[in-house]
């Protein structure tokens, strides 16, 4: 009698123990690291030459693609952390300012080479924050703001009700209607034709959410108006 050892593809992974999402993961981390070195390289060309490429609209558009990958896989890692119950926000109290121009002073190159204003409006005060969870929100939105804006963003930091609340405001178009909201994003309805998939405001607001403090916890909110009648993002942080 003849037995069959030959397994299907399924049991044969399952047998290995291989865990996928992990595989996954390490590949995005190794992607993410990769991206890192390569902006880090197209800051250092920017800065050799910056005479014959510091207005090319082709280069600019290399830098803030590879940028909007690096920002999409650092939320991808997020994500998968936070699945996986490991996420966590290591709060710690920053000066507020100086952390926007730290922010101001990331994006200047870029934004310089486009033509784009950055300015920022923050009260002097000091917030406690995960400073890595808040950069990755920042730095997605503010490259956001760069795609739709017309010539000019916006950081503002104050305190109201209460919250710290630091917003990234723009000239462009605005949110449109289905965006404007108060709370967490649904992926229900994802639009991957359009490019408009949430992944950044579910990040967001994901990072929000791990910030509290008694019965308060943070949030976002997607508006129009502020100081230059643009999209305002805001993230408020107890």
Request: proline share 3%; charged share 20%; hydrophobic share 35%.
């Amino acid at each position: 009698m003849s037995t069959n050892n030959h397994d299907t593809p399924v049991e044969s992974r399952r047998a290995q123990g291989i865990d996928f999402s992990m595989v996954l993961a390490s590949a995005v981390h190794d992607m993410k690291n990769s991206l890192g070195m390569l902006l880090n390289s197209l800051d250092e060309l920017r800065q050799e030459q910056a005479q014959s490429i510091g207005e090319s609209s082709r280069f600019n558009t290399l830098q803030y693609e590879a940028e909007r990958m690096h920002n999409d896989l650092v939320q991808l890692l997020g994500i998968y952390r936070l699945g996986e119950n490991n996420l966590s926000a290591h709060i710690e109290e920053h000066f507020v300012p100086d952390f926007l121009s730290q922010h101001m002073a990331r994006h200047t190159p870029l934004l310089d080479g486009l033509g784009i204003k950055l300015e920022i409006a923050a009260d002097d005060i000091n917030g406690f924050f995960d400073e890595d969870l808040l950069t990755g929100v920042l730095n997605n939105t503010i490259n956001n703001a760069i795609r739709y804006t017309r010539s000019k963003i916006k950081l503002t930091a104050s305190e109201r009700q209460g919250f710290l609340v630091i917003g990234v405001e723009d000239d462009g178009e605005g949110y449109p209607e289905s965006m404007q909201h108060t709370g967490t994003p649904s992926f229900k309805s994802l639009d991957f034709k359009s490019g408009s998939t949430s992944l950044g405001l579910f990040f967001a607001s994901s990072v929000a959410q791990l910030h509290s403090e008694g019965d308060r916890t943070g949030s976002i909110r997607l508006h129009n108006g502020g100081s230059l009648g643009g999209g305002v993002f805001e993230i408020w942080l107890p």
